[in-house]
């Protein structure tokens, strides 16, 4: 397929059945590898995240529920791919301090690219390794 090809399914199910899974959705049984392109030829304007403890300390890890709605649209309770507790972050958190890692779909709701969140937790470990390092040596 070419990017400029839209394709219409509804969803996909690898070793598993799609039915009843939410639009655009993809489940696999197995996983799912993918690589993103990291390499320093292809980036420019490269600087260090700042205040990462900072940042990290306005973000919260939560526990929570699903809601009976998005439980339904996403092919109700399996206790494989959809359990009704759950953990996670909030997406509009999460956007305030570090906006490259949301994405909002076309029907509003904001999606957390969790891959994004890897560069800030190791700033954020560095940093805490920095005062632990001056304290010690104190």
Do not use: C
Not at 17 to 30: E, L, P, Q
Not at 71 to 81: K, R, S, V
Not at 106 to 118: H, M, P, Q, S, T
């Amino acid at each position: 397929l070419r990017t400029s090809d839209k394709v219409q399914h509804k969803a996909l199910g690898v070793n598993t059945s799609s039915s009843g899974i939410g639009n655009g959705n993809i489940r696999a049984t197995s996983d799912i590898i993918a690589y993103y392109s990291s390499d320093l030829r292809l980036k420019k304007n490269i600087a260090a995240i700042t205040s990462s403890l900072d940042k990290i300390s306005q973000i919260n890890g939560v526990t929570f529920d699903w809601t009976d709605e998005y439980i339904n649209a996403n092919g109700g309770l399996d206790d494989y791919f959809m359990r009704r507790s759950d953990v996670g972050v909030i997406a509009q958190e999460v956007e305030e301090i570090l906006p490259e890692a949301v994405a909002t779909r076309d029907d509003g709701i904001k999606a957390v690219r969790y891959e994004k969140l890897v560069p800030l937790l190791i700033e954020a470990v560095k940093e805490l390794s920095d005062k632990v390092k001056r304290l010690e040596s104190r």
